[in-house]
């Protein structure tokens, strides 16, 4: 059975940083993409950031200039490193992956809490 199992989430102050990790274990398949996605709450979950397998990666506009989503997709373990965190950014961080190339991927995390504080 695929888990994702994230990590780096926390409590931060407008302007300061965070970093999450996400780890697959129990892959026995190569993901083709693994990926960021926020849900705020009463909202949807939405993308912040992917990374293919190739190393190519797309960010939402918001996330543009301010985030940088790294990592190896064939080890199954991706970062997220979120600079300039605005109020705006919290919410649940999800990991997702999966092994095409899909809106909605197959795979989730449990997800890492983010709170910016203004």
């Known amino acids: 059975q695929v888990q994702l199992v994230e990590s780096g989430g926390g409590l931060v102050q407008a302007g300061g940083s965070l970093r999450l990790s996400c780890a697959a274990s129990?892959?026995?398949?190569?993901?083709?993409?693994m990926g960021w996605y926020r849900q705020a709450p009463g909202k949807q979950r939405e993308l912040v950031a992917r990374?293919?397998?190739?190393?190519?990666?797309n960010y939402a506009e918001s996330a543009k200039g301010r985030c940088t989503n790294s990592g190896d997709v064939a080890k199954n373990t991706v970062y997220l490193q979120m600079n300039s965190l605005k109020p705006e950014d919290t919410g649940v961080y999800y990991c997702g992956a999966d092994t095409l190339r899909v809106v909605v991927p197959h795979y989730w995390g449990q997800g890492t809490q983010v709170t910016v504080s203004s």
């Open positions: 129990g892959s026995i398949f190569t993901f083709a993409t």
């Open positions: 990374i293919s397998s190739g190393g190519s990666t």
